[in-house]
């Protein structure tokens, strides 16, 4: 008999602490690539984590308490600024990488590859 989760992926990511672990190693990684750092130069990162944090809580199920921008509008002057698919993919590298590290189990990691490329054309406002 198959069964059916009801647990969120937040939840089963590991909650709140999973996700405050994997967002700072998320952001190390990111502001070390050489690609991206030039979009997070004059940015509150203290700030940009808690607003990650907050959306990857919505987005996975958890606490709905993101309070930012929309994705398109978010990322608008980024997108200004030359923001384009081999940034995004850079960032999701390393988010999968990130997961990965932390020994996320695979499926897991596969649901949240799903989740971050269906914000792709918003990111990229397209």
Known sequence: MDTVTTESLFDRIGGGAALDAAVQLFYDRVIADPILTPFFESVDLTKQRAKQKAFLAM???????????DMRAAHAPLVERGLTDRHFDAVAGHLQDTLEQLNVPEDLIAEV???AGSVRDDVLGR
């Open 113 to 115: 590859m799903v989740i």
């Open 59 to 69: 987005a996975f199920g958890g606490p709905a308490n993101y309070t930012g921008l």
